[in-house]
C-alpha cells in the first residue's frame, strides 16, 4: 500500500493517508461528475464509498461520463463504476447502490450509516435540494457540484441551505461539453481529499468557473448566507 500511495505520502505523511482508510464517502450519482469522482477519490486511499445511481449506461452518455466504453451499454451505471474502481485501486471497500436519493436515504437510515461526506454529481435542483436536506438532518457536510455548456459552480456546503442560494426548478440542463465535467469533478474531489486529510477548506463558499467573452477562463467566488 505504501508504494500505491507513494506520491500522496510525500505530500501528507504515512499518518494521515492511511487514515483515510477510516473515511466513508457517498457519491450521489454514478453519470459525469460521478465517474471523474470516483477515478479521482477511488484511487486516494478512501477505505469505504458508496456509489449511488438508478440509471444505465447509454451511448449517448459515454462521451463524457469516462468511466464507461461502448461495451457498458445497457449495464448499471454504479455497478461498470465499482468495477472500474476496484481494477485500480483494492483498498477501497466499494459499495454499489442501484437505486435514486430516496432509496439511499431510507438505506442509510435502516442500517444507521454515518458517512464523512456527501458529494453531489446529479444533474438536477430537487435532488441537490433533498441531499442538501438529509446533509442538515445527518449533520453532515456535501459538496456540490454542476456543469452546463462550458461552465460550472461548485460549493463545499457545511452551514449553509442550498435552497437559500438556489431556486429550486425542473430545469434541464443544456448541452455540456467534456473538459468542464472532468474540471468541476477535479475541484469537488480536491475540496474532499482536502476536508478528509484535515487541511483547510473554505466552506459555504461557491466557485462559479466560466469561460468570459474572450475565451479566457476565470472563477467567480461568492460566500454564501449561513444564518
Given at each position: 500500500m505504501q508504494e500505491y500511495f507513494s506520491r500522496q505520502i510525500k505530500l501528507w505523511g504515512e499518518e494521515i493517508q492511511n487514515s483515510l482508510q477510516d473515511?466513508?464517502?457517498a457519491i450521489i450519482g454514478c453519470?459525469?461528475?460521478?465517474?471523474?469522482?470516483?477515478?479521482?477519490?477511488?484511487?486516494?486511499?478512501?477505505?469505504?464509498?458508496?456509489?449511488?445511481?438508478?440509471?444505465?449506461?447509454?451511448?449517448?452518455?459515454?462521451?463524457?461520463?469516462?468511466?464507461?466504453?461502448?461495451?457498458?451499454?445497457?449495464?448499471?451505471?454504479?455497478?461498470?463504476?465499482?468495477?472500474l474502481l476496484k481494477n485500480r485501486c483494492d483498498y477501497a471497500d466499494i459499495t454499489a447502490l442501484d437505486m435514486d436519493f430516496d432509496g439511499f436515504v431510507k438505506y442509510t437510515q435502516h442500517d444507521q450509516i454515518k458517512y464523512d461526506l456527501i458529494l453531489d454529481a446529479t444533474d438536477n435542483l430537487p435532488t441537490r435540494a433533498s441531499i442538501n436536506n438529509f446533509s442538515k438532518q445527518q449533520n453532515t457536510p456535501w459538496?456540490?457540484?454542476?456543469?452546463?455548456?462550458f461552465h460550472g459552480q461548485v460549493c463545499f456546503f457545511d452551514k449553509a441551505s442550498f435552497e437559500d442560494v438556489f431556486q429550486i426548478t425542473n430545469r434541464i440542463?443544456?448541452?455540456?461539453?467534456?473538459?468542464?465535467?472532468?474540471?468541476?469533478?477535479?475541484l469537488q474531489a480536491?475540496?474532499?481529499?482536502?476536508?478528509?486529510?484535515?487541511?483547510?477548506v473554505k466552506k459555504d463558499f461557491l466557485y462559479y468557473c466560466f469561460f468570459d467573452n474572450d475565451g479566457i477562463f476565470k472563477t467567480q467566488n461568492f460566500s454564501l448566507p449561513t444564518s
Open positions: 473515511k466513508k464517502i453519470g459525469g461528475l460521478g465517474c471523474s469522482l470516483g477515478i479521482a477519490l477511488g484511487s486516494s486511499g478512501i477505505g469505504h464509498i458508496t456509489l449511488v445511481d438508478f440509471d444505465e449506461v447509454g451511448i449517448h452518455n459515454i462521451h463524457r461520463q469516462i468511466a464507461f466504453t461502448t461495451k457498458d451499454n445497457g449495464e448499471k451505471k454504479s455497478e461498470v463504476l465499482k468495477k459538496i456540490y457540484g454542476s456543469v452546463e455548456e440542463p443544456k448541452g455540456i461539453a467534456t473538459p468542464i465535467v472532468m474540471n468541476i469533478a477535479s480536491n475540496l474532499a481529499l482536502r476536508y478528509l486529510t484535515n487541511l483547510s
